[in-house]
């Protein structure tokens, strides 16, 4: 599988959705299409390059994708995405307000440079929305490969990695604050990590499956300071609801 880094941001309601709300179902839609998905909490950010908009939030989403599927392919479903929630490419003004914008970031260790696709993302070192974000992913895969590593070492032989995902939520969701959200949503949402998925993307520490890896990916972001001007505002755990109400009605915008 390829492991992907997409940069999510909306600063603009569509329909009877706010920006967080759109961020969710956004989730819900690429989680049906990336697999062990693992999203960061969400941030505000000052809008860059056409200041005279409201602030953006922002977000990003690792998670793997079946091989044989391209970068072109995935920026197709991508737009498709998009559309669904409101986002007119032929109207909007550039860099001007969104209701959806979902960046590849990061399309496994290739290159391309097209007129259509830039991978790694032309702007990322300049966008601390998304080292911050990025930053706090590859932070938490180290946890989730140890948590994985101990789940596995006590499974019976033979047990499924979808067993070894539940088991993995349902320790993940014990350290989660009381109140913040049950197991049920912890196991339901795509931020259930498989074994296999948990060490390749943990291996990103050492820059085995990204352009860039870890330890560039905060040169960049120190060189903008120490924030960078972003905020965290809803934890990831706690951005959970909102993706929990997509898959309880199973609709997405369309």
């Known amino acids: ?9 909306s600063n603009k309601n569509f329909s009877n959705l706010c920006p967080k709300e759109i961020l969710g179902g956004a989730i ?16 505000r950010t ?7 908009q409201e602030d953006f939030y922002n977000m990003v989403l690792v998670g793997f994708l079946d091989d044989g599927i391209s970068a072109h392919d ?5 737009h498709e995405i998009e559309a669904a929630f409101g986002r007119d490419r032929e109207k909007e003004i550039r860099f001007g307000p969104r209701s959806l914008d979902i960046d590849i970031e990061f399309f496994g260790t290739q290159k391309i440079l097209e007129d259509d696709l830039q991978v790694p993302h032309p702007r990322l070192k300049e966008r601390a929305f998304v080292l911050v974000p990025l930053l706090e992913i590859l932070d938490n895969f180290k946890t989730a490969r140890a948590t994985s590593s101990i789940v596995s070492a006590n499974a019976t032989e033979g047990t499924s990695d979808a067993q070894v995902a539940e088991a ?10 009381t109140g ?6 912890a196991q339901a949402v ?5 074994t296999n998925a948990t060490a390749q993307c943990a291996d990103n520490i050492n820059g085995k499956i990204f352009c860039l890896g870890r330890y560039e990916i905060s040169s960049a972001l120190s060189s903008l300071g120490e ?3 972003v905020e965290k505002i809803i934890r990831a755990q706690d951005f959970l609801p909102f993706i929990k109400s997509r898959l309880q009605n199973g609709a997405s915008s369309r």
């Open 1 to 9: 599988m390829t492991a992907v880094a997409l940069g999510l941001g």
């Open 180 to 185: 913040t959200v049950d197991t049920q949503t």
């Open 46 to 52: 000052k809008a860059m390059y056409v200041f005279d």
């Open 74 to 78: 995935l920026l197709k479903k991508i």
């Open 190 to 194: 795509g931020s259930i990590i498989s």
């Open 168 to 177: 993995t939520s349902s320790i993940t969701s014990s350290n989660v604050t």
């Open 227 to 229: 924030s960078g001007g």
């Open 28 to 43: 819900f839609e690429l989680s049906q299409i990336l697999h062990a998905v693992k999203f960061s909490s969400v941030y």
